[in-house]
């Protein structure tokens, strides 16, 4: 698929539901100890039944990966559950001249949940 984009490209930030302490958003700037850390505590100190971690993209696989050092580090006392969806992303193209209209583009991307159970 190849589109004549002229102008600049502008990512929106995905649209996400509220979130709790128990959701977890994995980005290309997470430091998978710290969050292993903080799955830890959620489920062992604060007790609670259930923790999610949400990758998209390229954050799929070390999110999977912090996933299992986590359960590791829980001495595999939790059990994983991993789902995958498509979500719809909304770009914007600022054109270089001022005579074109901005446009949107939209694309679609994997992303993954991760629940510790």
């Known amino acids: 698929l190849t589109l004549d984009l002229v102008g600049t490209l502008h990512k929106r930030i995905p649209q996400r539901a509220a979130t709790t ?4 958003y994995f980005s290309t700037k997470s430091k998978s100890k710290v969050l292993v850390q903080r799955i830890k505590r959620l489920m062992v100190d604060e007790k609670h039944a259930r923790v999610t971690l949400h990758g998209m993209g390229a954050v799929i696989l070390p999110a999977i990966n912090t996933a299992q050092a986590a ?3 829980m001495h595999h006392h939790v059990d994983l559950k991993f789902t995958t969806s498509t979500v719809h992303l909304i770009d914007d193209i600022e054109p270089d001249d001022m005579v074109t209209h901005p446009r949107k583009t939209k694309t679609m991307t994997q992303c993954s949940f991760l629940f510790f159970l």
């Open 21 to 24: 302490p128990t959701d977890i």
């Open 71 to 73: 359960k590791e580090a």
